[in-house]
């Protein structure tokens, strides 16, 4: 089951739906983090285990994956996924302004509140979160990058003998990881399909 919370029926923005479903069910946070709990060979520590980069970037790739599984066709939706990137990139300023230079609370709130089309109150929680969590906000598209980075390195290293099934299993399959761990795999993964 996936739940939205929904303060505010009438000013609830469906236009981010698809995005939302994408990142937080499947193929994002539900599908990857139900594949780590359920799988047998993981010794239990590792069934919970959470690398923010590793789990976020998941994540945030699987946004990116929208118009390859046929979705976004409503404009509407892929202008929600548009607004999702700009809430991202202003992200990235908000948690480095408030942890590296100094920011206040009151000025990382006008920043966003100047720079995105979401209400106060979304902001404020957000802002209070990155206050909360350095570098969350950071490791979402770290991750995000890096996934996309090395698909891109596959696709090249393969050409017609990469297998998009087989590049999210390799990812997929040991559970949230360090990136350092999850680049080693995927260039191990390579090696051996060049191979064969």
Known sequence: MFYVPIPNVREYNIFSDEDLFLHEA???HHF?????????????????????AYGEGWALYCESLGTELGLYDDPYQYFGMLSAEMHRAIRLVVDTGIHTKGWTREQAIAYSLANEAEPEYAIISEIERYMANPGQALSYKIGQLKIM???AMAEQELGDAFDIRAFHRIVLESGCIPLALLEDKINDWITTSQKS
């Open 26 to 28: 499947i193929p994002g």
């Open 32 to 52: 990857q983090i139900s594949l780590q709990q359920e799988d047998t060979s993981l010794p239990d520590f590792r069934k919970t285990l959470w690398y923010s």
């Open 149 to 151: 980075e090395l698909r």
